[in-house]
């Protein structure tokens, strides 16, 4: 089984990209590919710059690494109660080459913010709007007040029930 992982984020220090490698490391006899979307970085969409650029190539790549999994683990940070702008424009680029983005993978929702509310506005829009695009959601943990809740250094979840509830969503996976 092949597994890539991402956070929906931009930022260097991603929180949700060190939840989605944490989450895809409990995962036993997988592959694992861990993305970064600042190696996806585009323009941003329009129709006026579709039509100048075509199928942007940032976009075609990251598509073929969707299309290579077996299941998709997603971390979504929150900016403003939504998606943060690098996700949602790579997302408009790949979904004008492929409306079906996530071709009936397993997709595993993760969400996490610094603050209480565990970025769960994001993680509400993704689970409902993500199924609309091809993902077969197979569960979904927001984590609130990430630094208290997560060490950084070791790189794991310290918060004995969080961590529990995600195994209990990673053992529906294998």
């Known amino acids: 089984m092949k597994v890539v992982a991402f956070g929906a984020s931009s930022s260097s220090e991603s929180i949700n990209k060190k939840l989605a490698t944490y989450a895809s490391s409990l995962l036993q006899n997988v592959e694992v590919e861990i993305l970064d979307l600042n190696d996806f970085e585009l323009p941003l969409f329009s129709v006026d710059k579709e039509k100048e650029l075509g199928q942007a190539e940032a976009a075609q790549a990251f598509l073929t690494k969707i299309e290579s999994a077996d299941l998709l683990i997603i971390s979504f940070a929150e900016h403003n109660g939504t998606y943060t702008a690098a996700y949602k424009n790579l997302y408009d680029w790949v979904s004008r080459i492929k409306q079906k983005v996530?071709?009936?993978?397993?997709?595993?929702?993760?969400?996490?913010?610094?603050?209480?509310?565990?970025?769960?506005n994001v993680l509400a829009s993704a689970a409902r709007s993500l199924p609309h695009f091809g993902a077969e959601i197979i569960g979904q943990l927001s984590i609130p007040k990430f630094f208290d809740n997560f060490d950084t250094e070791k790189n794991l979840l310290s918060n004995k029930e969080l961590k529990d509830q995600l195994l209990q969503l990673i053992s529906h996976v294998e």
């Open 102 to 120: 996530f071709e009936d993978k397993k997709v595993l929702l993760l969400a996490s913010s610094p603050g209480p509310g565990g970025a769960k």
